[in-house]
């Protein structure tokens, strides 16, 4: 990507971390958008995406909140029904759990309780996944839980250009939307496309064209399932990798007019397999295009241990290139 | 709680098998529901229930043949939960599905067994002393036989695309090599069979000129069609083999006949001009889905004709007739295979003419496809038979009992015929009486045939 507009006007090359930093910035000039959570002022944020903002747009904008996950999405939640435009940054996933209750019993029901009086125009972001030898309490992916919920947008950026982009639609849609940034993407870098100007929140992308086997996945896994179809392509199997983007609403169309091209799906994602959302995919593969089915749907998902902190046993643990070349080979075979 | 028992479907029927269930036990029905398929020696036909509730029990096995009146299901009240009455626990173990009505466990050489499943046994010709039964004591099951009968079908591995392909490319999986995870067929496997297959006949039709290919292996059938019932298709097998019985039961019930029933015979002979261009008229200007025959006509006037003279509608019993409460007009329809059905057309007298076309056009398709209602079968009070199509002039019947009277029809022929001292050539038909001498007298039956003759000069009001 970067090296074919290296040779042209040669954009500068940035990370996911900036791309989403660039995104909050653009937004921060729509006075009713401020950026709240942890750490996110004068440290810049647990992961650095806001480092600079405070300075720049002065702490009424960036606000540090007291450690209670439950009090800021809380008052996020308010400030969003009070006309704001609030982005709540959570640091993981993990701990978004102590403000469970508000998204699901304030933000996701909201519009339905007030019989579509109380919009919640609230955007929460977090990190998720594992891959950082951060032990079990940081590294769990548990979006797909959060994917269970009507009534809230689920959106899990894969790309520098998601991550720069997706932020200005989520503000924009009325609804509460939830972004998961994966820990290991941060330092991703490339240059970003500049032909994008938006991107909406409803498809999921063909990352990588293909005629065998459908890859489908999402977030951190993105760049595994592409490794693995590299991998592939030296047998002659043609992978086709897609990118989901969207949690919730999921995108049928895209995935099963994919696997009803190539017939076999593989579905590769980092949460635990039990209840998982490639369950759901997987379920909504066979009800769907079952008689386009050559194999069976397979899923390569993390071991259902808490995430260990030894990176020999963390690697294990999640999908990487070769358990999912294994699982197409599976499927092709 | 009431009992569903093997009813008597005809005069001479005092046992019939159990065909085929077509409920299930939980199955609410209500009257008139119809529930089982029995083989009488005459036919098959549906039996319909008499009572309303919910199926509890089935006590009988398909295929097996019991004596008229034998309990066959257990009925109960219709479960309605209310609020105050929990629905009723019962106290004893409710009987299950087919019970063996006998528990007496005999030994067949050494294969143990209960006489139900011994029966089930001699009726799919397996023999029980070369089987190991997997029942406890090593008893031979009811499962064990029914799977020694119809051994577990092969499936052949394939998957849901394979599948789909094999239907489309009419391809038999049975003869796909699979190349998948433990020898699963996969839509590649599907395309180069039919690859080669089409190679093949394009090959045969070259060198061998018009010979034709080597017949395929028959397709799959589409899994979406209607599963096939095995009763149904069995059932032209139980006509054409069942042709001795239904000629013995045939040749008791004719003898009984003309050895109890003293018969008259009386005939006549109808001008059937006024009725044939009637009809002819009516036809003209009708729709062609409504066209009648002259069959309509002749079968509504006789229904009236009985109406009018009931004391040839209905049965001799214990020595005396007792007069039916209505018309209901006995067809005599020959089957394929050979026999003969009688299935009544209710309410023929009151019936219209297009409805009672329709009725016809039905009951003797059912009549042919051996899936008559056992209602039907139970209870004409006057028979008529009709051989006009086979081109006969002139029929005279013998008396189905213990009805007391039959009409027998001829075919309509165009007659010289004298009208007020001028010859014509008119339609005409003969229409007979067979008449049960104890029940009526022939004025009785004369004025039987007066009335149909009569009531044909009238066909607009029939």
């Known amino acids: 990507m970067n090296t074919r507009r290296a040779s042209t006007k040669a954009p500068p090359p940035t990370t996911y971390r900036e791309a989403l930093r660039e995104a909050l910035r653009e937004a921060l000039h729509d006075e009713r958008v401020f950026l709240m959570g942890e750490d996110v002022g004068r440290y810049g944020g647990c992961f650095g995406v806001s480092l600079g903002l405070l300075e720049e747009f002065g702490p009424d904008r960036i606000r540090d909140t007291p450690l209670s996950e439950s009090a800021f999405v809380g008052a996020g939640i308010g400030a969003a029904l009070g006309g704001m435009r609030p982005v709540v940054e959570i640091m993981t996933v993990n701990f978004s759990l102590l403000a469970l209750d508000q998204i699901l019993n304030n933000a996701a029901t909201l519009l339905h309780m007030s019989g579509g009086q109380l919009s919640v125009p609230v955007v929460i972001r977090m990190t998720t996944g594992a891959g950082r030898q951060l032990g079990a309490q940081h590294s769990h992916s548990l979006e797909g839980w959060y994917a269970h919920i009507p009534g809230i947008r689920v959106l899990a950026p894969a790309t520098l250009d998601d991550a720069r982009h997706m932020l200005a639609a989520a503000l924009a849609d009325p609804d509460p939307v939830l972004i998961f940034e994966h820990g290991s993407l941060y330092n991703a870098a490339g240059v970003l496309d500049p032909t994008i100007e938006a991107v909406d929140l409803d498809s999921a992308a063909v990352r990588r064209p293909g005629k065998d086997v459908s890859v489908i996945t999402y977030g951190g896994s993105l760049s595994k399932a592409m490794a693995a179809a590299d991998i592939l392509s030296g047998d002659g199997i043609s992978a086709e990798v897609l990118d989901l983007r969207a949690l919730r609403p999921l995108d049928d169309a895209t995935v099963m007019e994919s696997v009803g091209r190539t017939h076999r799906a593989v579905v590769v994602d980092e949460a635990w397999r039990s209840g998982s959302l490639a369950a759901e995919i997987s379920a909504r593969i066979t009800e769907q295009v079952f008689y386009e089915l050559d194999a069976p749907v397979q899923r390569v998902c993390s071991a259902e241990v808490p995430i260990p902190y030894a990176r020999q046993l963390e690697e294990a643990a999640l999908p990487q290139p070769a358990s999912i070349v294994d699982a197409v080979r599976l499927a092709v075979s | ?462």
């Not at chain 2, 040749?251 to 006949?257: E, F, G, K």
């Not at chain 2, 076309?357 to 059912?366: E, F, G, P, T």
């Open chain 2, 1 to 462: 709680m009431t009992e569903f028992t093997m009813p008597s479907l005809g005069a001479d029927m005092d046992e019939g098998t159990l065909v085929e269930w077509l409920v299930n036990p939980g199955d609410a029905v209500s009257k008139g529901d119809v529930v089982a398929v029995v083989e009488t020696a005459k036919s098959t036909i549906e039996v319909e229930c008499f009572d309303s509730g919910t199926v509890s029990a089935l006590l009988v096995a398909p295929g097996t043949k019991v004596p008229v009146g034998t309990p066959m299901a257990v009925i109960g009240p219709a479960t309605e939960p209310t609020a105050h009455t929990p629905a009723p626990q019962p106290t004893e173990p409710s009987p299950g599905f087919y019970p063996a009505p006998v528990r007496a466990v005999t030994r067949a050489g050494d294969a143990v067994s209960t006489p139900l499943v011994r029966h089930l046994a001699q009726k799919k010709d397996i023999d029980l002393s070369t089987m190991h039964g997997s029942g406890k004591g090593g008893q031979i099951t009811r499962a064990d036989v029914e799977k020694a009968a119809s051994p577990p079908r092969h499936r052949v591995p394939a998957s849901p695309l394979a599948r789909r392909l094999a239907r489309s490319l009419d391809v038999d999986l049975e003869g796909v090599r699979g190349t998948g995870q433990n020898g699963t067929v996969r839509a590649d496997d599907v395309r180069a069979a039919a690859g080669k297959r089409a190679h093949r006949t394009q090959r045969a039709h070259r060198t061998q000129g018009p010979r034709p290919p080597a017949p395929e292996p028959p397709a799959m059938p589409p899994s979406g069609a209607p599963p096939v019932r095995p009763s149904v298709k069995s059932r032209p097998d139980t006509l054409t083999t069942g042709a001795p019985t239904t000629r013995s039961a045939i040749s008791a019930l004719m003898t009984r006949a003309n050895r109890d029933i003293p018969h008259y015979y009386l005939s006549t002979t109808i001008d059937l001009a006024a009725a044939t261009a009637w009809m002819l008229n009516r036809n003209a200007n009708g729709p062609v889905g409504e066209r009648l025959v002259p069959a309509a006509l002749l079968l509504k006037s006789a229904a009236l004709a009985a109406r009018q003279v009931p004391q040839l509608n209905g049965y001799w019993k214990d020595g005396a007739f007792v007069p039916a409460d209505g018309v209901r007009l006995g067809i005599a329809v020959s089957l394929r295979g050979g026999g003969l059905a009688a299935p009544a057309l209710a309410n023929a007298d009151t019936m219209s003419l297009p409805e009672l076309m329709k009725a016809l056009r039905d009951l003797v398709s059912r009549a042919r496809r051996g899936r008559l209602r056992a209602s039907e079968i139970a209870d004409p009070t006057l028979t008529v038979t009709n051989l006009g199509d086979q081109g006969v002039e002139t029929v005279f019947g013998v008396i189905y009992p213990p009805q007391v009277a039959l009409v027998g029809l001829g075919c309509v022929v165009e007659r010289p015929v004298a009208v007020e001292g001028m010859l014509t050539v008119h339609p005409t038909v003969t229409a007979t009486l067979s008449a049960d001498h104890r029940a009526s007298d022939g004025a009785t039956g004369a004025r039987f045939l007066a009335a149909l003759d009569r009531l044909l000069q009238g066909p607009e009001e029939l």
